[in-house]
């Protein structure tokens, strides 16, 4: 701030660049100074510009909280003056953030060690193991490889393909084998009504279950409400909301204790920042739902961010497969971080 005071800078906001400076009252007066007039660019109207950059700090303020605090003071570099500033400085105040001359790589402010460590790990559950299909032995089976061999703190196990006693015996040998330590998740897939569902629910109370997902129609929304406000569980929701609007409508009729967005269905990137806003507006929990290569990039960002569901769909044909460490997983890479293999996919190629 000292360096802008010297320039002559005497208003907020002010982009300045080396010895140069622009007011950032005008944002085509900042688009002229940095370089985009005349670039093919379309000017985003204000509201969406802020939204943007206010994305950026929350994500950056997010990485710097998992430094540890004796982290926060080592010294980066300023790349437009070459000099050493506290990690954690450049991030919490913007107004002195550097204009490189030439366009950086994603996470240029911090040197290679540091930049990786400050991603985000994001805890994730597994769902594969838990289908309607496996008979008892073999959930189970799967279950303790999960937890003990692949590291999960987290499993989520279909229910509804029976009666409430078959629920019962199922959730109660999961349960068993993975202790109490482990996030147990339940999901019914829309199979009950109302008031079979609050019968159920209510029964399953005592095994501390994480959440109870969709036990309902997915479109039932006062059936979501009455069940949410009949139970002690969590009611999770989502998947099946198409676009932000069908978030919306969900949070009013108070549907769901917690939400999780599918990033197709929600309208992509752009659908999930807005329902990442509702979200914590409400401060609601979010989990993500499939896809778990771009899902961990949005979930990182998400203020409210809950767990990552953890379906791997895609290693076979990527360079890079997502890994599960110490139960979590590290979006990786630049955009969505996918790198195809491409020996692999020509292997899966039909004629």
């Not at 208003?11 to 010895?19: H, R, S």
């Not at 139970?231 to 917690?258: H, K, M, V």
Request: with cysteine.
């Amino acid at each position: 701030m000292q360096r802008l005071l010297k320039l002559g800078v005497r208003n907020l906001p002010v982009v300045a660049k080396g010895d140069k400076f622009v007011f950032g009252q005008n944002l085509e007066d900042v688009a002229e100074f940095v370089g985009l007039m005349g670039t093919g660019h379309t000017p985003l109207p204000p509201e969406q510009l802020i939204a943007k950059w206010v994305n950026v700090l929350r994500a950056a303020q997010r990485y710097v909280r998992q430094l540890p605090a004796e982290r926060l003071a080592e010294r980066v570099i300023d790349i437009d003056y070459g000099r050493l500033t506290p990690a954690g400085r450049i991030v919490y105040q913007p107004g002195v953030l550097p204009i490189p001359e030439e366009r950086p790589e994603p996470g240029y402010l911090l040197p290679g060690p540091l930049r990786d460590r400050v991603r985000e790990r994001l805890a994730a559950y597994n769902t594969d193991v838990g289908w309607l299909s496996f008979p008892d032995p073999t959930l189970v089976d799967a279950c303790r490889r999960a937890v003990e061999v692949d590291g999960f703190r987290g499993i989520k196990i279909k229910l509804g393909g029976g009666e409430l006693a078959d629920d019962l015996e199922t959730v109660r040998a999961v349960r068993g084998i993975i202790g109490d330590d482990v996030a147990l998740m339940v999901d019914y897939n829309q199979s009950l009504d109302p008031g079979e569902a609050i019968r159920r629910i209510r029964a399953l109370e005592p095994f501390g279950l994480e959440w109870v997902e969709e036990p309902v129609a997915a479109e039932d929304l006062q059936g979501h409400a009455r069940v949410r406000v009949q139970s002690q569980i969590p009611i999770q929701t989502g998947e099946n909301w198409w676009f932000p609007r069908a978030a919306e409508q969900a949070l009013s009729a108070n549907a769901c204790d917690r939400m999780m967005p599918d990033l197709m269905k929600i309208g992509g990137i752009t659908g999930w920042l807005s329902v990442m806003g509702l979200a914590r507006a409400a401060s609601m929990p979010v989990s993500s739902h499939l896809f778990i290569e771009a899902s961990s990039h949005v979930l990182a960002v998400t203020p409210t961010c809950d767990w990552l569901e953890f379906m791997d769909f895609g290693s076979s044909v990527l360079q890079t497969p997502y890994v599960l460490e110490q139960g979590s997983v590290t979006a990786q890479g630049p955009g969505l971080g996918i790198a195809w293999d491409e020996a692999a996919i020509a292997r899966h190629a039909v004629d």
